[in-house]
């Protein structure tokens, strides 16, 4: 009987070999289409939300404020209302997101996620900082890119973090665009220091703004950017549900105003621009960026949603936060 010939060692280690070229080779393509495919993803929750705003303002004749009864971040300035809410944008259109049990369920007499530090934000008697605390916990699918992690819940009362902290609150992945500010000094309808209205962006405290007072177009205004969770304090967002410049995002134009760690390369660019090239690096506390690679996502005016590259021009970048500065941008620029 003729014996069996078997694979020697030489063969099966080349056969090996081979396998793992073709998995080095697969891998990246495969993890590229899974990226592709949360891009799209992220892509598709941006359009959805600006259906919901683009309804809101046919309903309303304005958009939404970027946060209702906004409340001051120092216990020095005392909001211009008598309490404070910080309600903000995300939650007046869920109704329009098909989330009608969620807004049903929020109380908009109630602050949306205060918490009690050295009692800067007074809340109105027989209410509570926490009334909605299961409405803006609530994982809301539309309000997270799926690039990012999971978005967590803060769940103690970090009162000794600072006015910024957020209470019972979920981490989203999109914030409303502001225009150019910075910490101390954004748009208000009355109080504060305000700013030049040729300056200002689409969403503003206690403000609202119509599709007529963008008059630099809505294809050449930017209405809401991606924002990568931060997860470094409590202090940082994105958080879809919870006010006080959490909600939304600011061109820094004054380094005192912006945080950000020495180590930061090209420091003083990112604290004029408030926008890191590094996407996992924060400039500022509430700053646009993303987990996709070489940019993020924008919503325009007009529902459209563009791919904003890193390498966008500065001035591109700081003119598509405004709605009347009547600046020219190509769009080969950003």
């Known amino acids: 009987m003729r014996a069996r010939r078997g694979f020697t060692l030489i063969e099966l280690l080349v056969v090996i070999a081979i396998i793992a070229v073709l998995i080095a080779l697969l891998l990246p393509a495969v ?24 309804n809101y303002e046919s309903v309303n004749s304005a958009l939404p404020p970027a946060k209702v009864r906004n409340g001051g971040c120092a216990c020095s300035t005392k909001p211009s209302q008598s309490y404070v809410l910080n309600t903000t944008l995300f939650t007046m259109i869920l109704s329009n997101l098909e989330q009608s049990a969620l807004y049903n369920a929020y109380n908009f007499s109630h602050p949306s996620s205060n918490n009690t530090y050295q009692n800067c934000f007074t809340v109105a008697p027989g209410t509570t900082a926490y009334t909605n605390s299961t409405v803006v916990s609530t994982l809301v699918s539309v309000f997270a890119c799926p690039s990012d992690l999971p978005p967590e819940v ?29 910490d101390n000094n954004c748009p208000v309808s009355s109080g504060g220091t305000g700013f030049a209205t040729n300056l200002q962006g689409v969403f503003n405290n206690d403000t609202s703004v119509t599709f007529s007072q963008i008059s630099d177009g809505l294809s050449n205004t930017c209405m809401i950017g991606e924002s990568p969770q931060e ?32 180590s930061l390369p090209n420091r003083s660019m990112l604290e004029v621009f408030g926008y890191a090239r590094d996407p996992r690096q924060r400039p500022y506390a509430w700053r646009m960026g993303s ?13 459209s949603v563009k791919f904003i590259k890193d390498s966008v021009n500065p001035y591109a970048w700081w003119s598509l936060q405004t709605i009347g500065g009547g600046e020219v941008v190509s769009s080969d620029a950003y």
């Open 31 to 54: 993890q590229a289409a899974r990226e592709a495919a949360r891009r799209s993803q992220c892509v598709n929750n941006m359009k959805q939300i600006g259906l919901a705003l683009h």
């Open 154 to 182: 803060v769940t103690p009362d970090d009162a000794t973090t600072g006015p910024y902290s957020r209470v019972r609150a979920r981490r989203s992945n999109y914030l409303g665009c502001a225009g150019q500010y910075g």
């Open 231 to 262: 997860h470094s304090t409590v202090s940082f967002g994105p958080y879809w549900g919870a006010g006080c410049h959490t909600s939304t995002h600011g061109v820094v134009y004054n380094p005192s105003h912006a945080w950000a760690p020495t």
């Open 291 to 303: 987990k996709h690679s070489g940019g993020l996502n924008m919503l325009f005016g007009d529902g």
